[in-house]
Antibody, heavy 121, light 109 residues
Framework: QVQLVQSGAEVKKPGASVKVSCKASGYTFTSYGISWVRQAPGQGLEWMGWISAYNGNTNYAQKLQGRVTMTTDTSTSTAYMELRSLRSDDTAVYYC??????????????WGQGTLVTVSS | EIVLTQSPGTLSLSPGERATLSCRASQSVSSSYLAWYQQKPGQAPRLLIYGASSRATGIPDRFSGSGSGTDFTLTISRLEPEDFAVYYCQQYGSSPLATFGPGTKVDIK
């Protein structure tokens, strides 16, 4: 069965960086994309960006351009999301999700369990 | 840039009633590239509908999606106790390449 297992909760200081991992299993990793979605406490869903596990192409939300980097390691079927220059409003649960397309972002049919990132001095 | 608006913000209904949720886009959504998700407290979202009207694997047939262009609807024909949750629409394929609506909360009347 398809599973996405994310790394554990993180507490970071403002200005630091965080890197969240997402290990996929139960499907051919390189046939799909991975999108990252975050949710601030009590708020809605925000799409952060997408990476093709097939060719490594990325597309990031404009507001995060320059601060976010998404990568994959196809040898371990793992996706990573790094966010730099953290601010308090980056405090959120971060989800990875399998994207139905490896070519461009589409819809997300399986989700990780979420990783809480807390930014606090 | 496409912006999605969902209405109502909160829908208060009783089990067994019909729920009709609206998602409106600021520009036409290409190829009906619209999805719906359900999220319960403390859980990750779950895909319900993609391509505006196709049910995802394992989704009961009381959930249905319709619409095209700028107006889309998620209908739950008869609410079950487990259907009380927040519902999000999401467009894909138009700039920005994926965006979510603000959500509609369906709660028990």
């Amino acid at each position: 069965q398809v599973q996405l297992v994310q790394s554990g909760a993180e507490v970071k200081k403002p200005g630091a960086s965080v890197k969240v991992s997402c290990k996929a299993s139960g499907y051919t990793f390189t046939s799909y994309g991975i999108s990252w979605v975050r949710q601030a406490p009590g708020q809605g869903l925000e799409w952060m960006g997408w990476i093709s596990a097939y060719n490594g192409n990325t597309n990031y939300a404009q507001k995060l351009q320059g601060r976010v980097t998404m990568t994959t390691d196809t040898s371990t079927s793992t996706a990573y999301m790094e966010l730099r220059s953290l601010r308090s409003d980056d405090t959120a649960v971060y989800y990875c999700a399998r994207d139905q397309q490896w070519l461009v972002p589409h819809y997300f049919d399986y989700w990780g369990q979420g990783t809480l990132v807390t930014v606090s001095s | 840039e496409i912006v999605l608006t969902q209405s109502p913000g909160t829908l208060s209904l009783s089990p067994g009633e019909r729920a009709t949720l609206s998602c409106r886009a600021s520009q036409s959504v290409s190829s009906s590239y619209l999805a719906w998700y359900q999220q319960k407290p403390g859980q990750a979202p779950r895909l319900l509908i993609y391509g505006a009207s196709s049910r995802a694997t394992g989704i009961p047939d009381r959930f249905s999606g319709s619409g095209s262009g700028t107006d889309f609807t998620l209908t739950i024909s008869r609410l079950e106790p487990e259907d009380f949750a927040v519902y999000y629409c999401q467009q894909y394929g138009s700039s920005p390449l994926a965006t979510f609506g603000p959500g509609t909360k369906v709660d028990i009347k």
